[in-house]
């Protein structure tokens, strides 16, 4: 268990507002991940983080930011929000030199 | 792209039975891993396997890593309801980039029913 908490846990907003959601790590594992889960799509990744300020790209990344200013944040942010992200967000977390990765609970978005 | 097959997608067996899920991919894997899901929650990992032909074992379930790297199966030997979940499979992959990712399979809905 990394202790990895999201918030908010769940988020009702409305198209074109901005969003951010927030993953906080208390185990100082070095690379943090964004995932969606979206029916018949499984678990799609967002962005990744490898350390401090670097960041990069996955599968999904489009209409997404991140940030990580401290090792223990990592921050997505949705700059308009539109109905196709409509969905559950969740955080992971990973040693550096160990596959496994650690989720968090997820946030359950939902954009009107 | 990096894709893994499970199935079935959906199973509803009596409690008691065993149960087979499979992961298959054409893509030879660093390592397999495999997340037990409730609603709700997030993903909870329940093992990893690294070596071809590794066999894990975990209570009544068996997990299996193929010869070729490319492929696993989970077994769940006299099912309980609280078995009741979503699993999902997982293939870790060396990236080119700053971080070894996971391409995750779709999962297998798994109900026990009483």
């Given amino acids: ?112 | 792209t990096q894709l893994l097959e499970q199935s079935p997608q959906f199973l509803s067996i009596q409690e008691g039975e065993n149960l087979t899920v499979y992961c298959n991919s054409s893509s030879v894997f660093s390592s397999l891993q495999w997340y037990r899901q409730e609603p709700g929650e997030g993903p909870v990992l329940l093992v990893t396997v690294v070596t071809g032909g590794e066999v894990k074992k975990l209570k009544r379930l068996t997990f299996q890593f193929g010869d070729a790297r490319k492929d696993s199966s989970l077994h769940i030997t006299a099912a309980q309801t609280g078995d009741t979940g979503l699993y999902l499979c997982a293939g870790g992959y060396k990236s080119g980039g700053g971080a070894d990712g996971l391409t995750f399979g779709k999962g297998t809905h798994l109900i026990i029913q009483p």
């Avoid at chain 1, 009702?12 to 906080?24: A, N, Q, S």
């Avoid at chain 1, 967002?46 to 790209?57: F, L, N």
């Avoid at chain 1, 990765?101 to 954009?111: D, E, K």
């Fill in chain 1, 1 to 112: 268990d990394a202790g990895i908490t999201q918030s908010p846990r769940h988020k009702v907003t409305e198209t074109g507002t901005p969003v951010t959601l927030r993953c906080h790590q208390t185990e100082n594992h070095r690379y943090m991940y964004w995932y969606r889960q979206d029916p018949g799509h499984g678990l799609r990744l967002i962005h990744y983080s490898y350390g401090v300020k670097d960041t990069d790209k996955g599968e999904v990344s489009d209409g997404y930011s991140v940030s990580r200013s401290k090792t223990e944040d990592f921050l997505l942010t949705l700059e308009s929000a539109t109905s196709s992200q409509t969905s559950v967000y969740f955080c992971a977390t990973r040693v550096s030199g160990l596959p496994e990765q650690y989720f968090g609970p997820g946030t359950r978005l939902t954009v009107t």
